[in-house]
Structures are given as C-alpha cells and as structure tokens.
C-alpha cells in the first residue's frame, strides 16, 4: 500500500514538473516603442508583432509572447528605464536620447551575426554620431520636422517659417511639443540659434521666446496631435512629417490639412536597441532581423508613414505606388547631402549640466 502511494505520489510529482516544464517553454519579448508607430492589424493591416509570434514558432518550434508596450517620449521612456523599475528587450529611441543611454552604460552592443538583414540599411544612415562605429543601434524610421495646419483657418500667406507658431492671429489654436528638447528646438530654430548649444544664456532666449509662445498655446501635447488636428480643435502643430498623413487620413470633413517643412529644422534618426536591462539578447536581435525583412519593413512603413533607411522598402515600386508621390516627396524629400543635413541640425546628447539646466527651464515654462 505505501509502495503503491509512493508511486502514485512519484507520478504526480512528475506530471507537476512536466507541466511546469510545458508553461515555461514560451518565451517573452518585452518591446518598448513609441505610440502609433508599428503596424497593428487594425483596419486590416499587417500585426507585425502576431506576426512575428507565429513567425518565431514556425521557425524555431517554440511559444512566444510579446509583450508591447508604448510610450509618448524619450524622456517618458528614459525615466521609466533608468529607475530600474521594468526591464525591456527592444526599444526604438530617438538619435540624441541613444547618444545619452549609450554614454551611461543603458545599451547593449548587438551581435550583427544575428541580424543579417541589416545589409539593407543604406550607408547614409551608418556612422553618424549616435553610434559611429555602428556597434548598439539599427536604424528603424527617419524623418524631418515639419508644421501641420488646418487651412480652412490659418491662411496661407502666413503659412511659412517658424513664425507661424508664434502668430497672434491664431491664438488659442495653436499647439506645442510636451517635451523640452523638441518645444525648445522651435523657438531655437525660429531664433537662429544652435539646439546643441552648451551656453546658458542662449537657452534663457529660447525660454523668453517661449514664454511669449504660452499665451497662445492651445495645450502641449504629443499623441494628443493626432485628435486635435484631425478634430479641428486646433489648427496649427509642429510634429513628425509621417504622423501628418496619419491625420489626414482622419482629418474630419471641416478640416483641411497641410504640411510644410520651415527652415532650418530637425533631421532625426530613431533606431532599434537593446536596454542593459534586456532578459534574453538573441531573442531581441532576432526580433530586429525580423523587423528589417520585407513583408514587416513594407507594412510598417506604409502604417506609420514614416521614411525609412530600408532599402526593400523604399526600392519596393509597390510601396512608392501606395503611398502616392504627394507622400513619397514629403517623407524623402530631395536633400543634397543627407549627412551634412543631419550632422547640423539634428539634436545631439547634451552634457548632463546643460540637460537639467534645460529641464529646470521646462519646468518653469509648464508652471508659469
């Protein structure tokens, strides 16, 4: 009798450990990427993370989950990393806040061995100076800052430059970026000045000229754009050239969007990564690879109209076809010399000094 419990007792031990065993056999991704910016599978477009799940267990025999998460700023996400408090596999930050993580130890090194797809990423996006020897980053999207109106109240002639945020006229439509480097930019731009600037007295000028801004502005937001200005609630927004066709395909009957470039304004870059806090590193690079191959590239890109580095996306003639020359000549548009666009205005990671000097004079913006 005892004999037979403990055999008994044997199998269900056993039984217990071979279904721990079973529910252990999925793994998990953790991805961290901006909102908006993947294809999802709404209105019947390519869910690139089902997509990769099953992708992944046709291939390597094995559950996965992926668990995506999003954010509205490099700052939001920096913060929510650096604390130490969530550990994420991928991420997709922007160009200066790269140089930033990558300086504090934030950033893995990728092994290229598992990402044979970054072949594809053309030569104009490598070396530049979030990463110059192309150890820690895979460009994903890049773009240029733009000025999205709704013509059917800002009037054309007052459509140009920066100036256009700054016009009474347009009081209480106007919106601003809620976040510092990006806010500061506009009015830095507007006044000539350099947005890598270490002297703090040229950021007191650019914090003047936006206090004289905040008696205008409608609200400081960021995906909050994408209702605002497709609603008509307001009419005047610095944002993402890609995220202005996003609106337009939404724009409500009484609006009607446009977008123009002012000069000089911000080239940037924003990149796949791996956090030092990553659980599984191969898993991640192999998610990466997968992002850079055709059907995912092609799908994402054409979702969140944003211009990419890719070339199976932007030589694919289906792709230019789809999103028509209007897009097409806004998302790439015809810069001599990409690189020496980029190495001028785009924003750099500031000195830690200098950044809390700037985030003291956000501060005192939103307050005041």
Excluded: H
Excluded at 149 to 168: F, H, K, P, R, T
Excluded at 209 to 224: F, G, H, N, P
Excluded at 235 to 263: C, E, H, K, S, W
Excluded at 332 to 344: G, I, K, R, T
């Amino acid at each position: 009798m005892k004999k037979t419990l403990s055999l008994l007792l044997a199998a269900l031990i056993f039984a217990l450990l071979l279904s721990g065993c079973g529910s252990s056999d999925q793994l998990t991704l953790n991805v961290y990427n901006w909102g908006e910016y993947i294809s999802d599978g709404s209105e019947d477009s390519f869910d690139t993370i089902r997509e990769f799940e099953k992708w992944y267990e046709a291939n390597y025999g094995q559950k996965l989950k992926v668990n995506y998460d999003t954010y509205a700023s490099n700052e939001d996400m920096y913060n929510k990393i650096s604390s130490g408090a969530v550990s994420y596999d991928v991420i997709i930050p922007s160009d200066y806040m790269i140089a930033r993580m990558k300086d504090e130890g934030m950033l893995l090194p990728l092994d290229f061995d598992n990402i044979p797809n970054y072949q594809y990423i053309d030569e104009s996006f490598r070396g530049l100076y979030y990463d110059p020897d192309n150890q820690y980053t895979v460009p994903y999207t890049y773009g240029v800052v733009g000025i999205i109106y709704n013509a059917n109240i800002v009037d054309e002639a007052d459509a140009q430059g920066w100036d256009l945020m700054w016009n009474s006229k347009y009081a209480g439509n106007i919106l601003q970026f809620n976040n510092s480097r990006d806010a500061f930019a506009t009015a830095q731009y507007k006044l000539g000045l350099d947005v890598n600037d270490t002297d703090r007295a040229k950021w007191d000028t650019a914090l003047a000229e936006l206090k004289t801004q905040a008696t205008l502005v409608k609200s400081y937001v960021m995906d909050e754009v994408y209702n605002m200005m497709e609603s008509g609630e307001a009419a005047i927004a610095p944002y993402y050239a890609g995220d202005y066709f996003t609106m337009l395909d939404a724009q409500a009957d009484n609006v009607d969007l446009r977008f123009y470039y002012p000069d000089p304004t911000n080239f940037f870059v924003d990149a796949m990564c791996i956090p030092s806090c990553c659980q599984n590193k191969e898993l991640a690079e192999i998610f990466i690879n997968y992002m850079l191959s055709a059907e995912p590239a092609i799908a994402n890109a054409e979702y969140i109209y944003y211009a990419t580095p890719n070339s199976l996306v932007y030589e694919d003639e289906g792709y230019l076809e789809d999103i028509g020359e209007e897009a097409a000549a806004i998302l790439y548009p015809d810069v001599e010399d990409f690189s020496a666009s980029y190495n001028q205005y785009a924003f750099r990671n500031l000195d830690s000094e200098t950044l809390d000097y700037v985030n003291t004079l956000w501060e005192n913006l939103k307050i005041s």
